[in-house]
């Protein structure tokens, strides 16, 4: 820096009208993400280095066309029904209308939903950006706006809302934006996840007995699919996704992600353990050894949501682990046998 | 073998009974002993008057592990353990701040406990299991500035320490001040036969010289020895009249050799009295440091103050050099630096004054991370007196304080200068760059009845306390 750009840069001490000033924080709205349209923030980069295939653009035009002429269709269909049936009675034309607006109007209000529960994800990711690049950066001004817009995230839920009046007393003028990102992290998440870890907890035990007792494959097979969608949809609720169809799709699909590139879940060195441990297990028994894997499945998938859902990426520290699922796993054969 | 090394050896032994007798009572009920001492008007009473307040009233602690997690139960007062040191006087310190006309409370003198009784929920499930309430008692230990820098005088012998002491007073800011004892110091001999007229009449010009060392504004920070300024109980005593002086060691009558062995009768009977009944017993230790003070003093009082720094830093690098020092280390294993007053500038200062602090004591940090203590640095406010604001000057966003300064009673907003992130803090051809000005308690402090309002101090805590309350 030179002398000149110095001076020019530099501003003496002074003092200044008291009324002139303005207090900190600045409430500032958000901006609201345009649904459809993909918001310019960082997101996780396991997540963007799924994208950008060239292929994927050409499957989206396919789809879209496609869906274009089932709409197409589905139209022409409906209104050929329409005046079919008026032709044959009003009655019969009137009931058909009336069957025919009221699927329209709940397909409607399905897909409003949908796009909102995509909507809160992608939210959810934006926050995570944002409070990846403030813990980071340690400025100071911009933690207010986040802690803003977290409490909008969570407005409404009955039980947050006295941790939220905590965090507000909590937070002051003088923390930097990294202090209120880890204040957030304590205060409201670090019980989000006591409860997701809860859940997970009893959705792999509840995997590891159905498969360790049911009579056939098959049985076992579904029980553990439906008890893990359901799993990831509680999970993704608790943290304030509320997903619905197209959400816990996506969401899976974000989670397979997560699992596969960034391999969040665990290190080489538990997936050792974990391997030890259930084959020790199936050592007594071949069906509660595949139901401790099956439950130790299901807890890596919990897991997983947690992290895929969270608004603040897990630190170091409070990093869910498998340990006390394990734990409570491995006895499962004294408990059923 | 000197006869000091045996006097230290009996020390050690003496030491080594009580941490046995110490460490016994700590296994029946958790003890822990926080020394809390300030360099320059650093704001000590405030902040243990703070850190009181915040425990009692457990309302404004969210960075405190046990507090986040509802394990905390209460805190109260309980009787002191030591009956011959004066109680910290937290109520009527209190009443200061809070009072209808708050103003900061009258400096302390000397050395004061405060012993709270913190009870809380074991985190483990272990230790639940074992008792389901735990107690911790903590012991607050507030003693000067000055006798921490006392401690590493009993490493020098009395030329050493003449030496440095007399280099430092020929050079600016220190010239001016110590004038008539330099003057002094040259026109007597020191070889010739000791008079104790002549031994009182230079200690109390050098006492004189150390006064105007404090009193100047700014403030300069080093000074030794210590009781001289703050002589606590022994006024006038023969053990505080002596000072440095010039050459080597002389005659067994002369001035030079009275002076030197009531140097070492000073270190014996007032410094390592300190070490042994106060210091060595210490588990976390928090120096506070007014490094916008210095800022505001200029380049000269903030190298003063780096100095003073490095000095204070001296006590915790237990185990460095020998094996005579490791016996006599103390058992400290957490040492905070805090810039005090961080309330005074804009929040967003608050990392830069962080990393000057920092910057300061990088050197020994290293060191003493190695052998001895943690150590960690903060930018902190006991009370936090004003407000971050946003203000317009000439098209430009300004982050100022707002805040009613000592001795007006309308709020103002200050622009006090800023911090540049890096060590640089006195760009070349800006004499004054800063000016911080002090502020006054903020009315109604605390009324809400959750304690006082801080910056940090709730993650200094945590640092000094967080792993005994697991």
């Given at each position: 820096m030179t002398e000149s750009t110095r001076d020019r840069d530099w501003i003496a001490p002074m003092e200044l009208d008291p009324d002139g000033s303005a207090p900190l924080p600045v409430e500032e709205e958000a901006p609201e993400p345009v649904p459809g349209v993909e918001p310019e923030v960082e997101r996780l980069p396991a997540v963007r280095a799924m994208r950008g295939a060239g292929g994927s653009r050409v499957g989206r035009w396919l789809a879209g066309a496609l869906a274009a002429i089932v709409a197409v269709a589905l139209g022409f269909d409906t209104a050929d029904l329409l005046a079919r049936s008026f032709a044959t009675s009003l009655a019969l034309g009137v009931l058909v209308a009336a069957a025919v607006s009221v699927a329209v109007v709940s397909a409607g209000a399905m897909l409003l939903r949908e796009l909102r529960s995509l909507r809160r994800l992608r939210r959810i990711e934006e926050l995570r950006g944002t409070a990846d690049r403030l813990e980071g950066e340690a400025g100071h001004g911009e933690g207010d706006r986040f802690a803003g817009a977290l409490a909008r995230l969570y407005d409404g839920r009955p039980d947050l809302e006295p941790v939220l009046v905590r965090l507000k007393d909590a937070i002051t003028d003088a923390h930097d934006d990294a202090e209120v990102v880890r204040l957030i992290d304590r205060e409201v998440l670090a019980g989000l996840d006591r409860a997701a870890y809860q859940l997970t907890l009893r959705a792999s035990r509840d995997t590891a007995i159905a498969t360790a007792l049911s009579p056939a494959a098959v049985i076992d097979l579904a029980v553990v699919l439906w008890r893990n969608l359901k799993l990831v949809r509680e999970i993704a609720t608790l943290y304030g996704v509320r997903p619905g169809y197209f959400g816990s799709l996506r969401l899976l699909r974000r989670m397979l992600a997560n699992l596969a590139v960034a391999g969040v879940a665990e290190s080489a060195h538990h997936v050792a353990v974990d391997a030890l441990g259930g084959s020790l297990a199936a050592a007594i028994s071949t069906r509660v050894g595949q139901g401790v894997i099956n439950g130790l499945l299901t807890a890596r998938v919990g897991i997983t949501a947690m992290h895929t859902c969270r608004p603040v990426a897990f630190g170091p520290h409070n990093r869910p682990s498998l340990g006390r699922i394990r734990t409570e796993l491995l006895t499962l054969p004294k408990q059923v046998l | 073998m000197r006869i000091q090394d045996l006097t230290d050896l009996t020390g050690a032994g003496t030491r080594l009974f009580d941490q046995l007798g110490d460490a016994a009572g700590r296994m029946l009920e958790g003890e822990i002993r926080l020394g809390v001492t300030g360099l320059r008007r650093a704001g000590k009473t405030v902040f243990v008057t703070a850190l009181v307040d915040n425990l009692l009233k457990a309302g404004r602690l969210p960075f405190l592990d046990v507090m986040a997690s509802g394990r905390f139960r209460a805190a109260r007062l309980k009787p002191q353990p030591d009956a011959d040191v004066p109680r910290f006087e937290y109520e009527r310190h209190l009443e200061a701040l809070t009072g209808p006309a708050p103003d900061w409370p009258q400096p302390t003198r000397g050395i004061s406990q405060l012993r709270l009784a913190i009870r809380y929920r074991p985190g483990s499930a272990l230790r639940r299991a074992v008792q389901t309430a735990s107690t911790l008692n903590l012991v607050v230990v507030d003693y000067p500035g000055e006798w921490l820098l006392d401690l590493p005088l009993l490493r020098l012998s009395f030329a050493q320490w003449s030496t440095m002491t007399l280099d430092m007073a020929r050079h600016p800011p220190r010239a001016p001040l110590s004038a008539d004892w330099l003057a002094w110091a040259d026109s007597i001999d020191p070889a010739a036969p000791a008079e104790e007229e002549d031994a009182r009449r230079g200690a109390a010009l050098y006492t004189a010289y150390l006064h105007a060392c404090r009193r100047i504004?700014?403030?300069?920070?080093?000074?030794?020895?210590g009781r001289f300024v703050e002589p606590g109980d022994m006024k006038n005593a023969p053990l505080l009249t002596f000072c440095p002086l010039p050459g080597d060691r002389r005659g067994r009558h002369s001035l030079w050799a009275l002076m030197e062995e009531r140097y070492d009768a000073y270190k014996t009977s007032v410094v390592r009295r300190f070490f042994t009944e106060h210091f060595a017993r210490l588990d976390r230790q928090v120096v506070l440091i007014d490094v916008l003070g210095a800022l505001n003093a200029g380049p000269i009082g903030l190298a003063d103050m780096k100095r003073a720094l490095q000095l204070s830093l001296e006590p915790f690098r237990h185990g460095s050099s020998g094996w005579l020092d490791w016996l006599l280390g103390t058992r400290i294993d957490r040492v905070l630096f805090a810039a005090t007053k961080?309330?005074?500038?804009?929040?967003?200062q608050h990392g830069n004054l962080k990393t000057l602090l920092d910057g300061f004591v990088a050197e020994a940090r290293s060191h003493i991370r190695f052998e001895g203590a943690a150590v960690e640095t903060m930018a902190l406010a006991s009370l936090k007196c004003t407000d971050t604001v946003i203000t317009e000057h000439e098209g430009r966003q300004l982050r100022c304080v707002r805040g009613i300064p000592v001795g007006r009673d309308r709020p103002t907003v200050l622009f006090p200068g800023d911090i540049p992130p890096g060590h640089e803090v006195f760009p070349p051809g800006r004499e004054r760059p800063y000016s911080f000005l002090s502020f006054k308690p903020p009315a109604g402090a605390g009324a809400d009845g959750r304690g006082l309002p801080h910056v940090r101090l709730d993650q200094a805590l945590q640092f000094l306390l967080g792993d005994y309350l697991e």
């Amino acid at each position: 820096m030179t002398e000149s750009t110095r001076d020019r840069d530099w501003i003496a001490p002074m003092e200044l009208d008291p009324d002139g000033s303005a207090p900190l924080p600045v409430e500032e709205e958000a901006p609201e993400p345009v649904p459809g349209v993909e918001p310019e923030v960082e997101r996780l980069p396991a997540v963007r280095a799924m994208r950008g295939a060239g292929g994927s653009r050409v499957g989206r035009w396919l789809a879209g066309a496609l869906a274009a002429i089932v709409a197409v269709a589905l139209g022409f269909d409906t209104a050929d029904l329409l005046a079919r049936s008026f032709a044959t009675s009003l009655a019969l034309g009137v009931l058909v209308a009336a069957a025919v607006s009221v699927a329209v109007v709940s397909a409607g209000a399905m897909l409003l939903r949908e796009l909102r529960s995509l909507r809160r994800l992608r939210r959810i990711e934006e926050l995570r950006g944002t409070a990846d690049r403030l813990e980071g950066e340690a400025g100071h001004g911009e933690g207010d706006r986040f802690a803003g817009a977290l409490a909008r995230l969570y407005d409404g839920r009955p039980d947050l809302e006295p941790v939220l009046v905590r965090l507000k007393d909590a937070i002051t003028d003088a923390h930097d934006d990294a202090e209120v990102v880890r204040l957030i992290d304590r205060e409201v998440l670090a019980g989000l996840d006591r409860a997701a870890y809860q859940l997970t907890l009893r959705a792999s035990r509840d995997t590891a007995i159905a498969t360790a007792l049911s009579p056939a494959a098959v049985i076992d097979l579904a029980v553990v699919l439906w008890r893990n969608l359901k799993l990831v949809r509680e999970i993704a609720t608790l943290y304030g996704v509320r997903p619905g169809y197209f959400g816990s799709l996506r969401l899976l699909r974000r989670m397979l992600a997560n699992l596969a590139v960034a391999g969040v879940a665990e290190s080489a060195h538990h997936v050792a353990v974990d391997a030890l441990g259930g084959s020790l297990a199936a050592a007594i028994s071949t069906r509660v050894g595949q139901g401790v894997i099956n439950g130790l499945l299901t807890a890596r998938v919990g897991i997983t949501a947690m992290h895929t859902c969270r608004p603040v990426a897990f630190g170091p520290h409070n990093r869910p682990s498998l340990g006390r699922i394990r734990t409570e796993l491995l006895t499962l054969p004294k408990q059923v046998l | 073998m000197r006869i000091q090394d045996l006097t230290d050896l009996t020390g050690a032994g003496t030491r080594l009974f009580d941490q046995l007798g110490d460490a016994a009572g700590r296994m029946l009920e958790g003890e822990i002993r926080l020394g809390v001492t300030g360099l320059r008007r650093a704001g000590k009473t405030v902040f243990v008057t703070a850190l009181v307040d915040n425990l009692l009233k457990a309302g404004r602690l969210p960075f405190l592990d046990v507090m986040a997690s509802g394990r905390f139960r209460a805190a109260r007062l309980k009787p002191q353990p030591d009956a011959d040191v004066p109680r910290f006087e937290y109520e009527r310190h209190l009443e200061a701040l809070t009072g209808p006309a708050p103003d900061w409370p009258q400096p302390t003198r000397g050395i004061s406990q405060l012993r709270l009784a913190i009870r809380y929920r074991p985190g483990s499930a272990l230790r639940r299991a074992v008792q389901t309430a735990s107690t911790l008692n903590l012991v607050v230990v507030d003693y000067p500035g000055e006798w921490l820098l006392d401690l590493p005088l009993l490493r020098l012998s009395f030329a050493q320490w003449s030496t440095m002491t007399l280099d430092m007073a020929r050079h600016p800011p220190r010239a001016p001040l110590s004038a008539d004892w330099l003057a002094w110091a040259d026109s007597i001999d020191p070889a010739a036969p000791a008079e104790e007229e002549d031994a009182r009449r230079g200690a109390a010009l050098y006492t004189a010289y150390l006064h105007a060392c404090r009193r100047i504004e700014p403030g300069l920070s080093l000074i030794q020895p210590g009781r001289f300024v703050e002589p606590g109980d022994m006024k006038n005593a023969p053990l505080l009249t002596f000072c440095p002086l010039p050459g080597d060691r002389r005659g067994r009558h002369s001035l030079w050799a009275l002076m030197e062995e009531r140097y070492d009768a000073y270190k014996t009977s007032v410094v390592r009295r300190f070490f042994t009944e106060h210091f060595a017993r210490l588990d976390r230790q928090v120096v506070l440091i007014d490094v916008l003070g210095a800022l505001n003093a200029g380049p000269i009082g903030l190298a003063d103050m780096k100095r003073a720094l490095q000095l204070s830093l001296e006590p915790f690098r237990h185990g460095s050099s020998g094996w005579l020092d490791w016996l006599l280390g103390t058992r400290i294993d957490r040492v905070l630096f805090a810039a005090t007053k961080a309330d005074h500038i804009a929040a967003s200062q608050h990392g830069n004054l962080k990393t000057l602090l920092d910057g300061f004591v990088a050197e020994a940090r290293s060191h003493i991370r190695f052998e001895g203590a943690a150590v960690e640095t903060m930018a902190l406010a006991s009370l936090k007196c004003t407000d971050t604001v946003i203000t317009e000057h000439e098209g430009r966003q300004l982050r100022c304080v707002r805040g009613i300064p000592v001795g007006r009673d309308r709020p103002t907003v200050l622009f006090p200068g800023d911090i540049p992130p890096g060590h640089e803090v006195f760009p070349p051809g800006r004499e004054r760059p800063y000016s911080f000005l002090s502020f006054k308690p903020p009315a109604g402090a605390g009324a809400d009845g959750r304690g006082l309002p801080h910056v940090r101090l709730d993650q200094a805590l945590q640092f000094l306390l967080g792993d005994y309350l697991e």
